[in-house]
Nanobody, 123 residues
Framework: VQLQASGGGLVQAGDSLRLSCAAS????????MGWFRQAPGQEREFVSA????????FDADSVKGRFTISRDNAKNTVYLQMNSLKPEDTALYYC?????????????????WGQGTQVTVSS
């Protein structure tokens, strides 16, 4: 599975962005999909995940109520709608695919990764 993340950019605090993660090479419909982020000098951090059917989603406490993960299996694409952005959301955002049955908040459960898209939020 090849994953291509896009949609990042430079925005001001309070603005919104929508990230997309498009897959090729294989359908995403059998994978749990996740978004992670990594700021300079920090470890990779879980953001959100969505199960293969979209029935269940999981969000980090830091983004609950502001970020929404969704997927369109027909388009082989996963999205991350980010509202009320804060400067602390600044990071390189990665999408990833997991065929594990659990542990979706842990980056080690993901086997396929996109290249990352930069989100920068100015105050």
């Amino acid at each position: 599975v090849q994953l291509q993340a896009s949609g990042g950019g430079l925005v001001q605090a309070g603005d919104s962005l929508r990230l997309s993660c498009a897959a090729s090479g294989r359908t995403l419909s059998s994978y749990t999909m996740g978004w992670f982020r990594q700021a300079p000098g920090q470890e990779r951090e879980f953001v959100s995940a969505i199960t293969w059917s979209g029935q269940y989603t999981f969000d980090a406490d830091s983004v609950k109520g502001r970020f929404t993960i969704s997927r369109d299996n027909a388009k082989n694409t996963v999205y991350l709608q980010m509202n009320s952005l804060k400067p602390e959301d600044t990071a390189l955002y990665y999408c990833a695919a997991s065929d594990a049955n659990y542990g979706w908040t842990n980056f080690r459960s993901y086997h396929y990764w996109g290249q990352g898209t930069q989100v920068t939020v100015s105050s």
